[in-house]
Structures are given as structure tokens and as C-alpha cells.
């Protein structure tokens, strides 16, 4: 079996613009095309258009569709409404987060799981195999589509110059099915960005025509291509988690401060719920730790791994760090001991090579976008 890594239907178009490859998760990526301090400042104010082909799709058809997703994953399925799409988890028996996810309901009785690059074949084996009890087929739709994704201030404009779909009644976290510059598209208004825009699911032959296409009409309002380099700093910024630093199988929903995706009142069992009950309680009697921000006072940049320190004691670890093109200084998310999480909490710092760095503690997210 090959160990070259997998090429995404936009390959070509990403060399020919000068992108800066990297492999990651198995798949060649750009990482950067010119400056991601740019891209990322692009993404903030004028519009970015990123390819995210490497993102695992999964699909779920079937009478029992429904009843199989409702147990394999901790969110309540039932609720979702055609045409909506819900953030959720899919745990082990223990309660360990596996994924975290998007689940969009395509039509009366089939859904799209949308799993992170890294984790997608362990999502499709996962679900496959909770499934089997069920009156539902698990489809591996990963070669299915291409993913562009538009996003920023100025993305409604842009994608509504090739598209007559109704982006204004598209809500946050809705999908309908549309064409995108002659090309047949589901479209998402959703992202890991913090901003507005859109996530367009196409077949991988349409792929090169709607990214030249938005490129056209994206033109004139400021959009550029982005890589992942700055895909992270925005979602640093956004306090969004990702997958291997702030999620781990070693933490349940609520030591992440997400239970609140677990959703104990829905019908039936599903796996982890037994674990993620005492998870439950144990987090509301007495947290060990918890998911903060932390903004520094200096310009040194904390890396995951890293210590958070407070009076020559270590009472946390960095997650995730990077410099914040918005807040000018580097952040950082972590877990802290409850006792020291308080936004506001003095004496707080990070030892970065042995030099411990002043840092303030802030409740996430560092940016929220003005609706």
C-alpha cells in the first residue's frame, strides 16, 4: 500500500498558485500561498476560499437512519430538521471523545456526517458497526465530494453573484441543495472561522470550476486563497476546538466544556451514556480542570505541551498556541486546575524553555465577530 499521500481534486490548481504544501493527516494540503498573517486578515474583514477536501463524508440512509446516528453519536438526531445541520460528538463506551462533528440532514431519512481528515476512517469503521442493529446503510462518501469552503464579511456577496439559492433565508448552521456557478452544490452556511460563510460540498470533477469561478467573483471585494496555517489561527481566535489538541479520547465532553452536546433526554441508549453520566455529575460537583484562554503579556508564543505555571507550579497545559493577527499578541487555549480558570485570575504565566511568561486568563472565545 502506498504511503504517498492523497491529493485533493483542487492538487494542480493549489501548485500552479504557489501554495506551500504539507502533509497532513494523510492528505497534501496548502498550507500557506503567500503570508498567513494576510490570509488570516483577509478572512477577517474581506473573504478567504479554502479547500477542504480532506474532510471525511459519511452517509447515513435508510427507514432507521435516524435511530442508528441517535446511537452511535451523543447528540439528540431527532431534533434536527431537513435542511439543518448540528454540531456533535461521537464517543467511546467510556465516554472518550472520538470526533467531533457535523451532522446535516440531507432529506427525510438521510443524513451527511462530516468527520475530521484525521479521524474519518475511524468514524466510518465506528458507525458502521453501530449501525449494524439498524435499518440503515453507512455509505463511505469520502470520494463523493470536494469541499470549498468562502468565508468572511464579504462571502454573502460573493457567493450570491454565482448562486440565485436563497442565501438570505439560509440560516447559520442550515443547508440546501443549489447550484454555485453552473455547478450542482449542497450549500452550508457553516465554517471554523468565526465569520460568516459558506461551505459548498460538490463532485470533485466541479471542483477547479467553482473555485475559479468564486476566484472571479471574489475578485473585486478582497478574497484570496487560504491555507491551514491561518484556518487555525482563526479558529484559535474563535475558541473553536480541534480535534487532537483540545478533544482527545482521554476527555469526555465535559472536560472539554461541551457537554452541553450530550444530550441525556433523547430516546434509547447510545453508546458512552452510561460514563458520560457520571462524567456529568463529577463535572458539575467539582471540575478538575477547565478550557480557558489565555492572552500574553509578552511576544513569546506558547506551544501545545506547554505548562501553564502559577507560583512555580504547574496548574495546566497549553492546547493549542499561536500569534493572534486580531489581538496583536500570542494566545493560547488550555486546561487549567478549576481553581486558577477564573477569567481575570492574577499570577498566571507559561513556561515557555524554561522562562516562565506572564499570560492573563480570559474566557474564550479571544474574538467574536459583530453580527
Excluded at 113 to 135: H, K, M, P, S
Excluded at 280 to 309: C, D, M, Q, T, Y
Aim: with cysteine; charged share 20%.
Amino acid at each position: 500500500m502506498s504511503n504517498a499521500p492523497r491529493l485533493t481534486a483542487l492538487d494542480a490548481l493549489h501548485r500552479s498558485l504557489g501554495a506551500t504544501m504539507t502533509d497532513f493527516a494523510g492528505w497534501d494540503m496548502p498550507l500557506r500561498y503567500g503570508s498567513e498573517r494576510d490570509e488570516h486578515t483577509a478572512v477577517r474583514t474581506r473573504a478567504g476560499l479554502f479547500d477542504l477536501s480532506h474532510m471525511g463524508e459519511i452517509t447515513v440512509t435508510g427507514p432507521e437512519a435516524m435511530k442508528a446516528l441517535n446511537y452511535a453519536l451523543v447528540g439528540n438526531i431527532a431534533t434536527i430538521g431537513p435542511g439543518r445541520a448540528r454540531y456533535t460528538m461521537i464517543c467511546q463506551e467510556d465516554g472518550g471523545i472520538v470526533d467531533d462533528l457535523i451532522v446535516y440532514r440531507l432529506g427525510e431519512t438521510e443524513y451527511m456526517v462530516v468527520a475530521n481528515a484525521g479521524n474519518a476512517q475511524i468514524v466510518l469503521d465506528a458507525i458502521t458497526e453501530r449501525a449494524a442493529g439498524f435499518d440503515a446503510e453507512v455509505r463511505d462518501d469520502r470520494d463523493a465530494y470536494a469541499l470549498i469552503a468562502v468565508q468572511g464579511p464579504e462571502s454573502p456577496g460573493i457567493l450570491a453573484s454565482v448562486t440565485d439559492a436563497d442565501l438570505e433565508g439560509l440560516k447559520y448552521y442550515a443547508g440546501l441543495p443549489g447550484t454555485v456557478a453552473g455547478v450542482p452544490a449542497l450549500i452550508a452556511r457553516t465554517g471554523y472561522t468565526g465569520e460568516d460563510g459558506f461551505e459548498l460540498f460538490v463532485a470533485p470533477e466541479h471542483a477547479e470550476q467553482l473555485w475559479r469561478a468564486l476566484t472571479e467573483a471574489g475578485q473585486e471585494a478582497g478574497l484570496v486563497p487560504c491555507g491551514l496555517s491561518c484556518r487555525d489561527t482563526l479558529r484559535l481566535e474563535a475558541g473553536m476546538p480541534l480535534y487532537g489538541h483540545e478533544l482527545t479520547t482521554a476527555l469526555t465532553p465535559f472536560d472539554a466544556g461541551l457537554g452541553r452536546v450530550v444530550k441525556f433526554e433523547k430516546d434509547g441508549d447510545f453508546v458512552g451514556r452510561a460514563a458520560l453520566e457520571t462524567a456529568a455529575e463529577k463535572a458539575a460537583a467539582n471540575p478538575p480542570r477547565k478550557l480557558v484562554g489565555l492572552i500574553a503579556g509578552g511576544r513569546r508564543v506558547p506551544r501545545a505541551g506547554f505548562s501553564v505555571v502559577l507560583g512555580g507550579e504547574v496548574v495546566g497545559e497549553v492546547t493549542s498556541g499561536a500569534p493572534s493577527p486580531t489581538l496583536g499578541r500570542p494566545i493560547a487555549i488550555a486546561y487549567v486546575d478549576a481553581a486558577h480558570a477564573e477569567p481575570g485570575t492574577a499570577g498566571v504565566g507559561i513556561d515557555i524553555r524554561g522562562t516562565h511568561e506572564p499570560y492573563e486568563v480570559v474566557a474564550l472565545p479571544f474574538y467574536k465577530r459583530q453580527k
